[in-house]
Antibody, heavy 120, light 108 residues
Framework: QVQLQQSGPGLVKPSQTLSLTCAIS??????????WNWIRQSPSRGLEWLGR?????????DYAVSMRSRITINPDTSKNQFSLQLISVTPEDTAVYYC??????????WGQGTLVTVSS | SSELTQDPAVSVALGQTVRITCQGD??????ASWYQQKPGQAPVFVIY???NRPSGIPDRFSASSSGNTASLTITGAQAEDEADYYC???????????FGGGTKLTVL
């Protein structure tokens, strides 16, 4: 069974960088049949897909159109994990952030969620 | 990009059947997935496409699709089914993934 364990700070100052990590157990970040996603949830936006990284003979990323100028998702094969970096955050980025495994068209495993508050 | 529309709230009497719907253009091309979320918890994958349930999900949960509408049906709703339910699907326009706004299910 796949388990995802998130880590990272719960408070980020405006204009700074939000950084979260998702450690994978029970699967490999280099899997040819899975993709590794970041999704956030807020009362105003509901569930919002941010982006993903996946390996299919080479590494690829997809990012939400609204996030492309600010987001980076990177795999770390040595630690079997992946990360999210979101630069230049504003209070609008306050949300619960989830990592999730995508397999067969669905998000079949989720991290526990991290509430990230953007505030000075 | 496309959107998926869900009714904000639905209620069902204990033991009765309830259908939760999800509408959007992307559903004409792609199956929907459904997730259950209880307060303070991460979403849980419930079902995909034509009744593809992960292990541990009761068979009272079923799915169907027609045209631009996908449905999640709970046959014999239990008290523990009270939760928010979200649909999602792949998409061709804009982002590759789209989520519905969620339906709050109350079991009376």
């Amino acid at each position: 069974q796949v388990q995802l364990q998130q880590s990272g700070p719960g408070l980020v100052k405006p204009s700074q960088t939000l950084s979260l990590t998702c450690a994978i157990s029970g699967d490999s970040v280099s899997s040819n049949s899975a993709a590794w996603n970041w999704i956030r949830q807020s009362p105003s936006r509901g569930l919002e897909w941010l982006g993903r990284t996946y390996y299919r003979s080479k590494w690829s990323n997809d990012y939400a159109v609204s996030m492309r100028s600010r987001i980076t998702i990177n795999p770390d094969t040595s630690k079997n994990q992946f990360s999210l970096q979101l630069i230049s955050v504003t209070p609008e980025d306050t949300a619960v952030y989830y990592c999730a495994r995508e397999g067969g068209g669905s998000y079949d495993s989720w991290g526990q969620g991290t509430l990230v508050t953007v505030s000075s | 990009s496309s959107e998926l529309t869900q009714d904000p709230a639905v209620s069902v009497a204990l033991g009765q059947t309830v259908r939760i719907t999800c509408q959007g253009d992307s559903l004409r091309s792609y199956y929907a997935s459904w997730y259950q979320q209880k307060p303070g918890q991460a979403p849980v994958f419930v079902i995909y496409g034509k009744n593809n349930r992960p292990s541990g999900i009761p068979d009272r949960f079923s799915a169907s699709s027609s045209g631009n509408t996908a449905s999640l049906t709970i046959t014999g709703a239990q008290a523990e089914d009270e939760a928010d339910y979200y649909c999602n699907s792949r998409d061709r326009s804009g982002n590759p993934v789209v989520f519905g706004g969620g339906t709050k299910l109350t079991v009376l």
